[in-house]
């Protein structure tokens, strides 16, 4: 496998991000390539002939050795390469992503946002409890311990040290450390800084103060037969009716949060750029390649006339451009296939999934890579590379292209396929308005799908409803 077709294989799988930085980082140590402007690129295709002798230059330097080698062995031998090559491909693929933003703000101040217009970074909770420290603590050594403490407390809240542990390679006596601990629990958010769930359920039952009442028993000694919905159980030893005991898990469900750190969580916002846009027009659906954000690059002109100047420079020099140049042809003609290996894969797709498009998830059909790859003649690497971190802008929303490759069932009734994901839905929609009194069994669920023409097991039911974090009947049960 040639250097070129493994740069080649890499474009495909690159997302939108990888892509741009990988083209960013060939810019930078590459002096042959070179970014196109907007003035450069809206420049008729005449205004790149600075004179008729710079003309005929750049056409003997296409005439050369290098560049015949470039056509012989270029877009067919890519395109038959990337069609044809199977698994083995696999070992060549790798992260291309350095992580690094080329990006820069240019603009003079003028230009710049106002203060107000500037986002800043929320407070995170170990900056919000180092806030309450500085206002509440002066001595010295109980201000170090509580500062241990908050650097051992997780996002959730839970202090995940012990004493034992905190004091290792400190002075501080462990009733200085207990009693930080402790200086820490009276913060908010209330419980923030307990060992367990049951520690940080009791802090806030203390704080609002409920001490002494069921909602504090409950908690203390039967927080596990809570979670099982054992109410029955829980009445019978407290001695008191299982309406009491449903009006107490209300508060301790509604009004207590087992996770206090939550509010401060980090919550980054994460942008999907589609890289293909989907677009009914008429009673057609037209595909369209989504370009935008992608460097527009070139051959430098000036090294061609260098390369047809035989003279010009010394053979270290001229072998040094030649692979240079080699290089950037390669680039862009992986782009090209890479661009339009991602249309034909989508416009298979749009083939298949049109009903999808018109009506939504209850009309995706069940698709395997090898549907597309046969429709496309490609192989089922290629559709799996190509399908990897792209997303598909269409009438019903933004989607991976892998979602739309699932398995599925044929109905008893009119022989139809329809996708698991399809199935998923219904399965949803089923528990989304059952009875709570009365919450539909996996059995039931089955029978029902029975019912519509899908025929399937309980325990693909019960599969179906823990991926979708469904939890089973006993727990999805209330009592009314």
Same mark, same amino acid.
């Given at each position: 496998?040639?250097?070129?077709?493994?740069?080649?294989?890499? @474009? &495909?799988?690159?997302? +939108? =991000?990888?892509?741009?930085?990988?083209?960013?980082?060939?810019?930078? $140590?590459?002096? *042959?390539?070179?970014?196109?402007?907007?003035?450069?690129?809206?420049?008729?295709?005449?205004?790149?002939?600075?004179?008729?002798?710079?003309?005929?230059?750049?056409?003997?330097?296409?005439?050369?050795?290098?560049?015949?080698?470039?056509?012989?062995?270029?877009?067919?031998?890519?395109?038959?390469?990337?069609?044809?090559?199977?698994?083995?491909?696999?070992?060549?693929?790798?992260?291309?992503?350095?992580?690094?933003?080329?990006?820069?703000?240019?603009?003079?101040?003028?230009?710049?946002?106002?203060?107000?217009?500037?986002?800043?970074?929320?407070?995170?909770?170990?900056?919000? @409890? &180092?806030?309450?420290? +500085? =206002?509440?603590?002066?001595?010295?050594?109980?201000?170090?311990?509580? $500062?241990?403490? *908050?650097?051992?407390?997780?996002?959730?809240?839970?202090?995940?040290?012990?004493?034992?542990?905190?004091?290792?390679?400190?002075?501080?006596?462990?009733?200085?450390?207990?009693?930080?601990?402790?200086?820490?629990?009276?913060?908010?958010?209330?419980?923030?800084?307990?060992?367990?769930?049951?520690?940080?359920?009791?802090?806030?039952?203390?704080?609002?103060?409920?001490?002494?009442?069921?909602?504090?028993?409950?908690?203390?000694?039967?927080?596990?037969?809570?979670?099982?919905?054992?109410?029955?159980?829980?009445?019978?030893?407290?001695?008191?009716?299982?309406?009491?005991?449903?009006?107490?898990?209300?508060?301790?469900?509604?009004?207590?949060?087992?996770?206090?750190?939550?509010?401060?969580?980090?919550?980054?916002?994460?942008?999907?750029?589609?890289?293909?846009?989907?677009?009914?027009?008429?009673?057609?659906?037209?595909?369209?390649?989504?370009?935008?954000?992608?460097?527009?690059?070139?051959?430098?002109?000036?090294?061609?006339?260098?390369?047809?100047?035989?003279?010009?420079?010394?053979?270290?020099?001229?072998?040094?451009?030649?692979?240079?140049?080699?290089?950037?042809?390669?680039?862009?003609?992986?782009?090209?296939?890479?661009?339009?290996?991602?249309?034909?894969?989508?416009?298979?797709?749009?083939?298949?999934?049109?009903?999808?498009?018109?009506?939504?998830?209850?009309?995706?059909?069940?698709?395997?890579?090898?549907?597309?790859?046969?429709?496309?003649?490609?192989?089922?690497?290629?559709?799996?590379?190509?399908?990897?971190?792209?997303?598909?802008?269409?009438?019903?929303?933004?989607?991976?292209?892998?979602?739309?490759?699932?398995?599925?069932?044929?109905?008893?009734?009119?022989?139809?396929?329809?996708?698991?994901?399809?199935?998923?839905?219904?399965?949803?929609?089923?528990?989304?308005?059952?009875?709570?009194?009365?919450?539909?069994?996996?059995?039931?669920?089955?029978?029902?799908?029975?019912?519509?023409?899908?025929?399937?097991?309980?325990?693909?039911?019960?599969?179906?409803?823990?991926?979708?974090?469904?939890?089973?009947?006993?727990?999805?049960?209330?009592?009314?």
């Amino acid at each position: 496998m040639t250097p070129q077709l493994q740069q080649a294989i890499k @474009l &495909l799988q690159l997302s +939108r =991000l990888e892509l741009a930085q990988s083209i960013s980082q060939e810019l930078i $140590e590459n002096p *042959i390539l070179e970014e196109l402007s907007p003035d450069m690129a809206d420049e008729a295709p005449g205004a790149e002939s600075e004179s008729a002798a710079e003309t005929a230059a750049d056409r003997a330097a296409e005439e050369q050795p290098l560049q015949r080698e470039a056509d012989v062995e270029g877009e067919t031998e890519l395109k038959s390469e990337i069609d044809q090559v199977g698994p083995q491909w696999d070992e060549y693929l790798q992260d291309m992503s350095d992580g690094r933003d080329y990006g820069t703000f240019e603009a003079d101040d003028s230009e710049r946002p106002s203060y107000d217009q500037t986002l800043t970074r929320m407070p995170t909770l170990s900056d919000h @409890l &180092l806030w309450q420290l +500085r =206002l509440s603590v002066s001595d010295p050594a109980l201000l170090a311990a509580c $500062e241990a403490v *908050i650097g051992n407390i997780d996002d959730d809240g839970y202090l995940r040290s012990s004493v034992d542990e905190l004091l290792e390679d400190r002075k501080t006596g462990r009733a200085v450390m207990e009693q930080a601990i402790r200086t820490i629990q009276r913060f908010e958010p209330l419980g923030v800084g307990a060992r367990d769930l049951k520690e940080c359920l009791l802090i806030q039952v203390q704080a609002l103060g409920m001490q002494g009442t069921l909602v504090e028993k409950i908690i203390q000694d039967h927080l596990s037969d809570l979670e099982k919905r054992k109410y029955q159980q829980i009445a019978k030893v407290l001695n008191v009716t299982p309406q009491d005991v449903m009006e107490a898990s209300k508060v301790i469900i509604h009004e207590l949060e087992p996770k206090p750190g939550r509010p401060y969580a980090a919550s980054d916002t994460h942008y999907v750029v589609p890289d293909v846009y989907v677009v009914k027009v008429e009673d057609r659906y037209e595909i369209q390649l989504n370009d935008e954000g992608f460097p527009r690059v070139r051959i430098n002109p000036y090294y061609r006339r260098i390369l047809a100047q035989k003279d010009s420079v010394d053979k270290t020099t001229r072998d040094y451009i030649e692979e240079r140049l080699r290089s950037a042809q390669w680039l862009i003609k992986g782009m090209e296939q890479r661009n339009k290996t991602i249309y034909k894969v989508a416009e298979s797709i749009v083939k298949f999934q049109h009903e999808f498009l018109e009506h939504g998830i209850s009309q995706l059909k069940p698709m395997v890579l090898k549907d597309v790859a046969e429709d496309i003649s490609m192989h089922e690497s290629t559709i799996s590379r190509v399908t990897t971190s792209k997303y598909m802008h269409t009438p019903q929303g933004i989607y991976p292209l892998k979602f739309f490759f699932t398995t599925g069932f044929t109905t008893a009734g009119s022989g139809t396929e329809v996708s698991s994901l399809t199935v998923k839905d219904v399965i949803q929609k089923m528990i989304r308005e059952e009875d709570p009194a009365a919450p539909l069994k996996d059995q039931q669920i089955v029978e029902a799908l029975k019912v519509r023409g899908i025929d399937i097991a309980r325990r693909t039911v019960a599969k179906y409803r823990e991926e979708l974090r469904i939890p089973p009947t006993s727990v999805r049960k209330r009592m009314t």
